[in-house]
Nanobody, 119 residues
Framework: QVQVVESGGGLVQPGGSMRLSCAAS????????MGWYRQVPGKQRELVAD???????NYADSVKGRFTISRDNAKNTVYLQMNSLKPEDTAVYYC?????????????WGQGTQVTVSS
C-alpha cells in the first residue's frame, strides 16, 4: 500500500505566495520522478512541474519563473513554491510519484488540494 498525501492548499490573493507539500509513504522501495499536476473543471489535467531523483526539473511555460519545485529524497517529499500567483493558477493540484513497490514500478497520485487565487 502506497500513500501520496498533499497539503498546503487554500485561498490566496493575486500576487501572493503559497507552498504545497506532498509526501509519499508506505510499501515503496524507491521513488524516481515526483511532480505536480493541476486540473480545472472541464479541462484535462496538465503538468505544472516535475523533478527527478537527481534534481533535474521541468516546468510548464505558464509557471516558469514563478513556481519552484524541490524535493527531499530522504523524506520522499516534494514541494511546490508558488509565487506571483494569478487567478488562472486556480485549480486542484495533484501530486504524483513514480515509485517501485513489490509489484514493480507504478505512478501514484494524491487526492488533490484546492488552490484558489482570488481577491
Amino acid at each position: 500500500q502506497v500513500q501520496v498525501v498533499e497539503s498546503g492548499g487554500g485561498l490566496v490573493q493575486p500576487g501572493g505566495s503559497m507552498r504545497l507539500s506532498c509526501a509519499a509513504s508506505g510499501s515503496i522501495f524507491r521513488i524516481n520522478a515526483m511532480g505536480w499536476y493541476r486540473q480545472v473543471p472541464g479541462k484535462q489535467r496538465e503538468l505544472v512541474a516535475d523533478i527527478t531523483s537527481g534534481g533535474s526539473t521541468n516546468y510548464a511555460d505558464s509557471v516558469k519563473g514563478r513556481f519552484t519545485i524541490s524535493r527531499d529524497n530522504a523524506k520522499n517529499t516534494v514541494y511546490l513554491q508558488m509565487n506571483s500567483l494569478k487567478p488562472e493558477d486556480t485549480a486542484v493540484y495533484y501530486c504524483t510519484a513514480r515509485g517501485r513497490s513489490s509489484s514493480g514500478w507504478s505512478d501514484y497520485w494524491g487526492q488533490g488540494t484546492q488552490v484558489t487565487v482570488s481577491s
